[in-house]
């Protein structure tokens, strides 16, 4: 472990557990604690506890905020009520994509939560390109947990039984045992879940509370990915990036109908174009034959071989027991049941186009029932 | 009948001319939770220091290199079909194949427990 990686506010309890420490988005982070099948699974059957500190949550306020993130984002802020957290990107002028994120309206101010990796580009990105009246703060003093699985619900609302009232994209503040904190029904497993903003001079008794329920153990940054592979959850830098565009990634669902119809924000011109002809290429999921995982940088070939797309995320399906993956392929080959061809270190791969979530998400949404 | 270590480790165990090969303890610790195993084919030879086997965790794909030339007799049908083997027991059931050494002082090369352990507390 280098030295130059930065410390998370719970580093210490991490070691305590025993979880590895691997280098993640500039930090020391625990990649897992008793292994990541275990982890995996029991986030499916249980309830885990993640330390996603690493993540930038900011402010964004003043006059003008609302319009100065429009012109970034394609969400519709407009309409945006409060305390609902809305699945949004920072775009580039081509459309590419500069992060995804989570943006809510929390009384005078928007609430941000952007991916650790990209957080300190996000927030230039941000300073340079929102009017000069927003003021931005980087809430380096939060640290925040995700609290997910179908025991998730039961083991929080022991804590603060306000929490039941929350439906999947809903948040509010809450004391529990006394530490101000923001939650949100909201995750990236596909799981029925809790995000929880919490001071970071705090978090420690409050994991070690959330710990204390018997559903809850500690999960890593690997069963992390595989949960949200299993969702069908891109993730920023692999799935998605600057040349990715939201529809070629297949977040057409992010574009808010009032802003795909009037623009007025970055990328634009190019969304509305692949809105209509089509992108010329999409990210679809694949289900990948035989046991071997087919990984992150193989190639989508044609039948002579040649280059037609790129394998973003793979790995092995703890769930389905079963490799699975995540690729851009060619629009005519986007379609649920189509063989394609995977090349990786010198052998032919063969995958079906396979919807996704590969594993069904099981979110608490209005109206469901409890 | 003895145990050697390679730098890479794996642990070799030799008995006349025939050695089995397989990874540590302390590799599949590293490793996680393996998911796919490759081995070797019965004839195949193995050249020293070159690839025989994979192995694959939720979270890596890794080559598994021959510590010793021979001429493979068995790779382990058993770990194939059950990869996690290598983790439950890979100094024993988790065994990736046999073959037969090709220059039995290829053996000296490597290293003994003692040293092997030495090795992994400098990791």
């Known amino acids: ?370 | 009948m003895s145990v050697y270590y390679s730098k890479e480790h794996e642990w070799v165990r030799v008995e006349g001319d025939t050695a089995t090969v397989g990874i540590t303890d302390f590799a599949q610790g590293q490793l996680g939770d393996v998911v796919f195993v490759e081995v070797p084919q019965a004839g195949r030879h193995l050249a020293r220091g070159g690839d025989a086997a994979v192995v694959e965790s939720v979270k890596a794909a890794s080559d598994v290199y021959a510590p010793v030339g021979g001429e493979v007799i068995e790779g382990n049908q058993a770990l194939v079909d059950d990869p996690a083997l290598v983790n439950s027991d890979p100094e024993g059931e988790g065994w990736f194949f046999k073959l037969r050494l090709a220059d039995t002082h290829e053996i000296n090369d490597l290293m003994n427990a003692d040293q092997y352990k030495a090795f992994c507390d400098e990791q």
């Open chain 1, 1 to 370: 472990m280098s030295d130059s990686e930065m410390s998370l506010p719970l580093d210490g309890w991490h070691r305590r557990l025993g979880a590895r420490m691997v280098a993640f988005a500039g930090y020391a982070m625990p990649i897992q604690y008793e292994g990541i099948i275990a982890e995996h699974r029991w986030t499916r059957d249980s309830a885990g506890l993640f330390d996603v500190s690493h993540m930038g949550q900011l402010l964004i306020a003043g006059a003008g905020a609302e319009k100065g993130l429009e012109a970034l984002l394609p969400a519709d802020l407009a309409i945006l009520k409060e305390g609902r957290p809305k699945y949004s990107m920072l775009l580039t002028d081509d459309g590419g994509i500069v992060d995804d994120l989570m943006v809510t309206r929390r009384g005078d101010h928007f609430y941000m939560v952007v991916n650790g990796a990209t957080k300190e580009g996000d927030i230039a990105w941000l300073e340079t390109n929102l009017p000069r009246a927003v003021v931005l703060d980087h809430m380096k003093e939060q640290a925040l947990l995700a609290l997910q699985g179908p025991k998730a619900a039961g083991a929080l609302a022991r804590l603060v039984p306000e929490v039941a009232d929350l439906t999947f994209m809903t948040g509010d503040a809450f004391t529990v045992a006394g530490i101000r904190t923001w939650i949100s029904r909201s995750g990236y497993t596909g799981e029925d879940g809790f995000e929880i903003s919490v001071p970071a001079v705090s978090v420690e008794a409050l994991a070690d509370l959330l710990l204390d329920q018997p559903e809850v153990r500690p999960i890593g940054l690997g069963a992390r990915d595989s949960l949200r592979l299993e969702a069908g959850l891109p993730l920023y830098g692999h799935d998605l990036d600057v040349t990715t565009t939201p529809v070629e990634a297949d977040l057409v669902f992010a574009l808010s109908k009032r802003r795909r119809a009037e623009g007025g924000f970055r990328g634009w011109h190019r969304i509305a174009r692949e809105l209509a002809d089509g992108p010329i290429r999409k990210r679809v999921g694949l289900a990948v034959e035989g046991r071997q995982p087919v990984r992150e940088g193989a190639l989508v070939v044609d039948g002579e071989g040649n280059e037609v797309g790129k394998v973003t995320s793979g790995g092995f399906s703890p769930s389905l027991e079963a490799p699975i993956a995540m690729a851009y392929v060619p629009l005519a080959d986007a379609v649920a049941g189509t063989t394609v061809s995977l090349a990786q270190r010198g052998r032919i791969f063969s995958a079906k186009v396979a919807p996704m979530p590969f594993v069904p998400h099981r979110y608490h949404r209005k109206g469901a029932g409890s």
